[in-house]
Every structure is written in structure tokens, then in C-alpha cells.
């Protein structure tokens, strides 16, 4: 039951830091500290007994599985398990809350105590998004991530906040509602089939259809997991959202809400609709191949410095498209470590625009410029994860990349090609951050800067080692992940048999 209890334990400290904000506003703060460095501390020794213990290269590795009924008359269970993907994403889960937190220690002043209720809650429905084996509690976990985001950027986001919640809401509640319509039409054909209606994962594997209503089920489950993905053309409320949200909202949008679409690609559209997803992987390869160079230019052309970060997102996101529908084990090895190393390297630059904009009021890097002279720790550290962010061998995001590409180069070599291109275009972004904020002449000439304080070194201390040991080690996460990927490879043997001919 410990995947109940961990639920429980976010929304039960969400409460709780929503009541003592009547007696102490610093009571949340360290409330929600304290129950995500519990949450934590509990993956992370899940993490070590079934890494010492697990047969990694055995698929339908669950690690966890608990069911209790909830809605039987209409075939709803509370039906949550785990395995080694949904344990990776778990840990990042708490450990960008963690940093979440701290981030928002002195940022936020006003209504703390709901502040960090809608914080608690919204990592709730991203752990349960990443648990849930029923359909119809997937679709709830899903729905209760929207609310707390759209108050986390409505009440405490910069200028336009209202705009950008607004834009936020109407295109992840018109996806999500396209995809209950899938999930429903998925419960009916197979309650007409075998007389059983059930909105068990398990269940619905493997269900017959004919190609037509096949598609036409999967691209609601697309569309939904495209717009939080983003993929191009779904992509415009990523750059809203991102700008106008809190540090710690930018944080878990990049780091946690953009790989609950991910998840969703892999988890529900490659196993329930197998044979139509391998008709369309051409067509969604080029699609992550316009977002790799489309995001990486339009981040080149930005002048306002977490706009510029929003689009490395979708350039980045990009690449875990492309190889997603590779079908193949590097490649899909390349998407969990992408989706990992990208939350810690992009989240970090969103934390660290976000202490520049608490100490100079502003976004617009044209009125920044050599704030290394008075900043030479965060400009220490801002190159290393504008490297990281570019691809630099050593750091976690070269591994990712670099098994994406190989993975997907068995495929097409035409868009494994046009990829690369995204890391040229990435070089010259990641350049340009360092250049217009940190080097040259500074614009605002007279203002008494601070470097890092010590919450603050606390915060990319824990990020650097982490991108770093992710690049000179990333066997654990790939280990992890294994079992998975096995089983996702063996749903496509026409495609994988193609490829060790390649090889």
C-alpha cells in the first residue's frame, strides 16, 4: 500500500499546510518541505531494494501493484502500480518538489498557506498520473493536476498571468476531455466484446478493433498527450504558461507536467494501439523533428529569458517524439533519460531566471549583461546547464540525445539528420544566454547585486550532481528502465527485425 500512502501523504500535507497558514505562514513552508523529503527518502529506498533484487532484463517487472475497488457497478477500480518507469518518474516527481519548495521559500509572500496546499496537490495528481493502472482514475489524477497549475499561474504569475492560466486551462481541459472520450469508447468495445465492462489497464490490453475506429481511439489519447507533451502545432501555451508562472510552476511545468504527456505516449498509445501507432510513426517523427529545429529557433529569437528557456522545452520534447516512434531499445532508452536529464537541466535554468528576475525585476535579457562580475557563482553555474542543455558529453542530456539519434538513425536517416540539426541550433541559444546575461558590459550599472545565498547553493548543488552523475553514469536509470522498454520493443517486430538487419 505504499502507493496510496504516498498519494495520501501529498494531499494530507497539502491540507495540513493549508490549515496552519492560520497560525504561522511559515508553518506551509515547512510542511510541505518536510512531507516531500519523507516522499522522497521512501522511492529512494524503494529504488535501492529493487535494484539490488530485480532481474532487469525480465519484462513485466511490476515492482508494486495494489487494487481496491471503488466504482464496481461501472468497472472503476483504485487500481495504482509501479513499475521501473513510473518508479524513475516518481523519484524526480519528490525531487523536484523538494527544490520546488525551496525555490519558493522567499518568492512568494501572499496567501502562503493555499500557495503550497496547490503546490502538494498538483504533485499528487503527477504521482498519481504515473501510478494509475485504471483508466478512469488516470483521467482523475489527470483533471486534478489542471486546477492547482491553473492557481499556481492565475494568482502568483508575473503580468499576464490571467491570460496564460486562461490559455493553459482551455487547451489541457479540451485535450483532456477528447481523450475521455477514447478512454469510453475503449470501455464499451471491449464490454461489448467480451460482456466484462472494465476501465483496468490490463484488461483493455490487447482489445480488438477494427483500424478505423483503432485510429480514431488513439488520436484522442494523442491529443491529449500531444498538448502536454507539447508537440508542434499544440505547443502555444507552453511559452505563456512558462513566462508568467513562479519559479517553482516553471519548475514543475518543464520538469514534471511536459513528461506526464510523455508517459502517456508510452504507457498507453504504443501497447493499447500497437499496430496503428506504426502507421503513423512516420508522420509523428516528422513532427519531432519540426519541434527540434522550430523550438530551437524560436528560442534563438527571444528576448525575454524564461521565453527563451520555454522554447529549448519544445525543442527539446522534440527529440522525445522522434524517439518514441523509433520503436526501438536505444532509442526509447534515450527518451527516459531524456525525459529525465531534461527536468533537471531545464528546471535549473528556470530557477536560475528566476533569481535574476527576483534580483533585477525583470525578464528582458536586453537589460541584463555582465552579471558574471558581480554573480560568478550562478555564471559558474549557468554554463554548466546552458552545456547541459546544448548536449555536452559528460552531462546527462548527451547520453539522452545520443541514443536518440542513434536509435531513431536505424529508422531514418533523413531525420535522424535534420535532428542534429537541433543541436547546432541549441549550441547558438545556449551561447546566446551566456552572452546577453552574464558577459559583455552591465546594463544596469550601479545596482548592488548578491550572488547565491545558501538555500540557494542548496538547490543547484543537488541539480549539478545530479546532471552530472547522469552522464558518467546513467546505467541505474537505463537498469531501471529496462524491463519496460523489452516490453514495448516486443510490440513492434516487424520494425525492430528491420533494424538488427541494419545493424
Known amino acids: 500500500m505504499i502507493l496510496l500512502y504516498l498519494i495520501g501523504l501529498l494531499m494530507g500535507g497539502g491540507l495540513l499546510a493549508l490549515v496552519l497558514g492560520y497560525v504561522d505562514k511559515n508553518l506551509p513552508r515547512w510542511t ?141 481541459q479540451t485535450s483532456g476531455l477528447m481523450m475521455l472520450l477514447s478512454i469510453l469508447g475503449l470501455y464499451f468495445i471491449h464490454g461489448n466484446q467480451t460482456g466484462v465492462y472494465t476501465f483496468d489497464y490490463f484488461d483493455l490490453l490487447g482489445t480488438e478493433m477494427s483500424p478505423v475506429v483503432s485510429f480514431w481511439l488513439m488520436m484522442g489519447f494523442i491529443f ?27 519548475l514543475i511545468l518543464a520538469g514534471l507536467l511536459l513528461k506526464t504527456g510523455a508517459y502517456g505516449f508510452l504507457r498507453f498509445v504504443l501497447p493499447l494501439f ?20 522550430y523550438g530551437a529557433v524560436l528560442a534563438f529569437a527571444q528576448t525575454d529569458l524564461k521565453r527563451l528557456v520555454a522554447y529549448t522545452s519544445v525543442s527539446h520534447m522534440g527529440f522525445v517524439l522522434l524517439g518514441i516512434f523509433a520503436f526501438n531499445e536505444l532509442a526509447l532508452q534515450g527518451v527516459v533519460m531524456q525525459l529525465v536529464t531534461h527536468a533537471i537541466s531545464t528546471g535549473a535554468l528556470f530557477i536560475i531566471a528566476g533569481m535574476i528576475k527576483e534580483r533585477l525585476h525583470t525578464r528582458d535579457m536586453n537589460q541584463m549583461g555582465g552579471l558574471w562580475t558581480q554573480m560568478p557563482q550562478m555564471g559558474a553555474v549557468a554554463i554548466v546547464f546552458s552545456m547541459a542543455s546544448l548536449g555536452l558529453p559528460g552531462l546527462g542530456n548527451f547520453i539522452a540525445e545520443f541514443l536518440i539519434l542513434l536509435g531513431a538513425f536505424h529508422v531514418s536517416v533523413v531525420f535522424t539528420v535534420l535532428a542534429t540539426l537541433g543541436l547546432i541550433f541549441s549550441a547558438i541559444y545556449a551561447l546566446r544566454i551566456l552572452q546577453k546575461v552574464f558577459l559583455g558590459q552591465m546594463v544596469q550599472s550601479g545596482v548592488k547585486l548578491f550572488d547565491f545565498s545558501s538555500r540557494e547553493i542548496l538547490v543547484m548543488a543537488a541539480l549539478l550532481i545530479t546532471i552530472v552523475w547522469l552522464g558518467l553514469y546513467p546505467q541505474p536509470v537505463i537498469n531501471t528502465a529496462r524491463p519496460v522498454i523489452n516490453n514495448i520493443e516486443k510490440l513492434f517486430p516487424n520494425v525492430n527485425e528491420n533494424v538488427k538487419n541494419v545493424k
Open 32 to 172: 510541505a518541505l518536510s512531507t516531500l523529503v519523507v516522499g522522497l527518502m521512501t522511492l529512494i529506498n524503494l529504488w535501492i531494494v529493487h535494484y539490488q533484487h530485480i532481474d532487469f532484463n525480465v519484462p513485466d517487472s511490476w515492482i508494486t501493484d495494489y487494487q481496491l475497488d471503488w466504482i464496481p457497478s461501472f468497472g472503476v477500480s483504485f487500481h495504482v502500480a509501479i513499475d521501473g518507469l513510473s518508479l524513475l518518474l516518481l523519484v524526480l516527481t519528490f525531487f523536484l518538489g523538494v527544490l520546488a519548495v525551496l525555490c519558493s521559500w522567499n518568492e512568494i509572500k501572499e496567501r502562503v498557506s493555499f500557495y503550497y496546499f496547490n503546490l502538494l496537490w498538483l504533485l499528487a495528481g503527477v504521482a498519481g498520473v504515473f501510478m494509475a493502472m485504471d483508466l478512469f482514475l488516470f483521467y482523475f489524477f489527470w483533471e486534478v493536476m489542471l486546477i492547482p497549475m491553473y492557481f499556481l499561474i492565475g494568482i502568483w504569475g508575473s503580468e499576464n498571468k490571467e491570460y496564460a492560466a486562461y490559455k493553459f486551462f482551455i487547451f489541457t
Open 224 to 250: 491529449a498527450f500531444s498538448v502536454k507533451l507539447p508537440v508542434v502545432p499544440l505547443h502555444s501555451w507552453l511559452p505563456d504558461a512558462h513566462t508568467e508562472a513562479p519559479t517553482a510552476g516553471s
Open 274 to 293: 500497437p499496430d496503428t501507432a506504426r502507421e503513423i510513426g512516420p508522420l509523428a517523427m516528422l513532427l519531432g523533428v519540426i519541434g527540434i529545429i
